[in-house]
């Protein structure tokens, strides 16, 4: 759910404590994004707004932003467009300046920060990650057929979870394959240094031993 305010281009935002956008809150924690907006729990703000124990005014230093539903119904969150660029953009990182909001390409694209901080993290916490977007992918793929197909807005989100997971499995893969020639290598090496040490003259020129009890002179 969302409202949109930029069609197909990712321009809304999209909300984060419902099943969809919780499985893809636990995915960037798996990445090691620690979700903390300047000193405050994004977390601990969901919980306080779905325990009716904050006011809207006071969702912004939580770095979330109320989502109004038709019909009066209570709000949902999303991150807010400042939070989106404090917790996931890399100020050294040019193209991450160009992260304006969740649904942004630059985020969820294979140059972007959650694809990168996929190489750095463990296999199992990769793994984890990849679950959860996952998740989010077959709920969204579900409640777009329920609705009809979704909106704008619907396909863009889904496209970037898409792009992301492929991504992330894609440099998973490259990166096992240059741990494995990295591997191959150090294990080659190794049996040539123990050849090297078994057969001397294979490496050069041997140098002749004197006998054990004689003096080296002839």
């Known amino acids: 759910a969302g409202h949109a305010s930029g069609a197909d281009d990712g321009g809304e935002i999209r909300s984060v404590n419902n099943a969809k ?11 090691g994004f620690p979700l903390l907006f300047k000193g405050y729990d994004v ?5 306080l707004f779905e325990a009716n124990k904050i006011q809207q005014v006071d969702l912004g230093k939580y770095g979330l932003s109320p989502i109004p539903l038709p019909g009066g119904n209570k ?7 400042a939070a989106v660029k404090f917790l996931f953009a890399d100020p050294n990182v040019a193209s991450d300046a160009r992260i304006k909001s969740y649904p942004c390409r630059e985020l969820w694209c294979d140059a972007g920060p959650l694809v990168r901080r996929s190489e750095t993290v463990t296999p199992g916490r990769r793994d984890e990650a990849l679950q959860k977007l996952a998740e989010s992918i077959k709920l969204r793929t579900a409640e777009m057929k329920k609705r009809g197909g979704g909106n704008a807005g619907h396909h863009h989100m889904l496209a970037m979870l898409q792009e992301c997971e492929s991504a992330i499995r894609f440099r998973a893969k490259a990166l096992a394959q240059r741990e494995k020639e990295a591997e191959d290598l150090m294990q080659g090496l190794s049996q ?3 050849d090297e040490e078994a057969f001397p003259s294979l490496g050069g020129t041997a140098t002749p031993r004197a006998s054990k009890g004689t003096s080296g002179r002839f």
């Open 21 to 31: 956008g919780q499985a893809e809150m636990e995915a960037v924690k798996a990445l």
């Open 43 to 47: 977390e601990a703000g969901i919980r």
């Open 75 to 81: 709000p949902l969150l999303g991150l807010s467009p």
């Open 192 to 194: 040539m240094a123990v």
